[in-house]
Antibody, heavy 119, light 110 residues
């Protein structure tokens, strides 16, 4: 069982909301040593930062996503969530959840899930 | 705003040494943490260097990182190249907006 596993719809219609979940199976969701993040990668392109939720619950989002993104964590269910509203074709990408030590260092990545935005 | 610039591609022969650069556009890259991620085709990224020069457990010591403060550039050095090192490599740091990734460098080992 992978420590981080993304899940969610593969296909989302334009203007709708993309919702993904990352199941954290190694118990680290309850550790103050870690924070959690989402990163995405459009097909054939580089990595792009979506946002981070710190252990304190404070969130930080990429300003380029213009208020469309919400990241939350539910320790009781060991789940990290991503919500991205008003999606367009430009949001088509592989979405990765990531475990973060300190502020910026990823020490564990999910395997990624491809989300296609298309009608 | 910080931008990180990497060469689009580099290539080298097995057994040789290659260096991939990551140039910071503004500010002091030294004052920020720099990470390097390896991404093999069809796979998720993995961390090969963090905090500029630290190796996670399991990463061979053929991988090393450094920072040149005079040029505001971070570098990933891979020695004794193996065909399995063929991958995309991304540098990463952060600024007030959040994480910043370099555009990635495709390493070909031929």
């Amino acid at each position: 069982q992978l420590p981080l596993q993304e899940s969610g719809p593969r296909l989302v219609k334009p203007s709708e909301t993309l919702s993904l979940t990352c199941t954290i199976s190694d118990g680290s969701v309850s550790s103050s040593a870690y924070h959690w993040a989402w990163v995405r990668q459009p097909p054939g392109q580089g990595l792009g930062y979506i946002g981070t939720i710190f252990f304190s619950g404070v969130t930080s989002y990429n300003p380029s996503l213009k208020g469309r993104v919400t990241i939350s964590v539910d320790p009781s269910k060991s789940k990290l969530s991503l919500s991205l509203s008003s999606v367009t074709a430009a949001d088509t990408a592989i979405y990765y959840c990531a475990r973060v030590m300190d502020i910026v260092t990823v020490d564990s990545w999910g395997q990624g899930t491809l989300v296609i935005v298309s009608s | 705003n910080l931008m990180l610039t990497q060469p689009h591609s580099v290539s080298e022969s097995p057994g040789k040494t290659v260096t991939i650069s990551c140039a910071g556009s503004s500010g002091d890259i030294v004052s920020n943490s720099v990470q390097w991620y390896q991404q093999r085709p069809g796979s998720a990224p993995t961390t090969v260097i963090y905090e500029a020069n630290q190796r996670p457990s399991g990463v061979p010591d053929r991988f090393s990182g450094s920072i040149d403060s005079s040029s505001n550039t971070a570098s990933l050095n891979i020695s004794g190249l193996k065909t399995e090192d063929e991958a995309d490599y991304y540098c990463q740091s952060y600024d007030s907006r959040g994480w910043v990734f370099g555009g990635g460098t495709k390493l070909t080992v031929l």
